[in-house]
């Protein structure tokens, strides 16, 4: 094993670099790293130069070198910017870009407001999410987007749209429309998509007006929450062999067996707990890949080599 100071040594010379040469050095240079991981990594205001790579599991992973996505395009604004989660692989930031443009030329949709991608090294965030760790989870509004600039004020006060009334699980009629079916049909069209979570109600009505054309719902996933914004997921890219795809999604469309079941769970009463729950145990920064921690080390140590010589 190397001793102390030659271990400095090669984690400075090896910085981020996650090549075959330097990942074994880096594992062996330091302690367990046993800061919770949501603070450590909602802390990084900047990424380091690095080519990009999406680094383990949807909810327990990094990414090196992520792009961010200008606040405002042609056809779209994002949102809460004071979160800083505007970060992403290029593959999320050019998919955007492009359903972006694509809605707005081909379905009429005024654009898209964009809500959470990841932090500027992606790792837990500090609220709202388990996933959105690795670059290639976005959440989007079904709201429209206003014809006019949104100022940064506007952005952090304004509320999405409720597609879902609570009351009846039912899409509510006054803010559904085609339109975000044509939407939602356009996002999953392209192949870098692996999946699309939205609330069970509106995978129900978008069963109810797909018509024969149902294939592309296969991608269309229920999940808890997803009333007021659908979340993409992108499949691992070509250039990221750390990136832990997902289990296959069933084949079928999911309008059927699956669907009853999500209603069920929603209308059953919650049982009393008989005792109260554990809390959960934090993620830890030695909980991540390796390499999702030497990532960490070199942009800490970068932050502090430029804090030294301003
Ligand atoms: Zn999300």
Redesign the pocket.
């Known amino acids: 094993m190397a001793d102390k100071a030659s271990s400095v040594l090669i984690i400075a010379i090896c910085g981020v670099a996650l090549t075959a040469a330097c990942p074994v050095a880096a594992e062996e240079a330091v302690a367990p790293d046993l800061r919770e991981a949501k603070k450590v990594f909602g802390a990084i205001k900047v990424p380091v130069k690095h080519p990009p790579q999406a680094i383990g599991q949807y909810d327990r992973g990094c990414i090196a070198g992520a792009q961010s996505l200008p606040v405002s395009g042609g056809s779209w604004q994002v949102m809460r910017l004071s979160r800083n989660r505007i970060w992403g692989h290029p593959l999320l930031v050019r998919y955007i870009s492009k359903l972006a443009a694509d809605v707005h030329r081909l379905d009429g949709w005024s654009g898209i407001l964009v809500?959470?991608m990841a932090q500027p090294i992606g790792g837990p965030l500090l609220g709202g999410?388990a996933?959105?760790q690795i670059g290639l989870?976005?959440?989007l509004w079904y709201t429209p987007m206003p014809a006019r600039a949104l100022s940064a004020d506007e952005r952090e006060k304004l509320s999405a749209d409720n597609m879902v009334d609570p009351a009846t699980l039912a899409v509510n009629m006054a803010v559904w429309t085609d339109a975000q079916v044509n939407l939602l049909r356009r996002a999953a069209s392209y192949p870098e998509v692996a999946r699309i979570?939205v609330h069970p109600a509106v995978k129900k009505a978008l069963c109810e007006t797909a018509g024969a054309d149902k294939g592309w719902l296969q991608k269309i996933r229920p999940w808890y929450k997803h009333d007021d914004?659908f979340?993409i997921r992108l499949n691992c890219p070509s250039d990221s062999p750390g990136c832990v795809p997902q289990a296959a999604i069933p084949p079928d469309d999911g309008c059927g067996q699956e669907l009853d079941d999500w209603f069920k769970k929603l209308r059953a009463v919650p049982k009393k707990p008989t005792k109260p729950p554990e809390p959960a145990k934090p993620m830890l920064v030695s909980d991540l890949p390796k390499e999702c921690q030497s990532l960490l080390r070199a942009t800490e140590q970068s932050v502090r080599g430029k804090a030294a010589t301003n």
Do not use: A, C, M
Request: proline share 0%; no cysteine; aromatic share 10%.
């Open positions: 809500g959470d999410h996933s959105h989870d976005v959440d979570f914004h979340h």
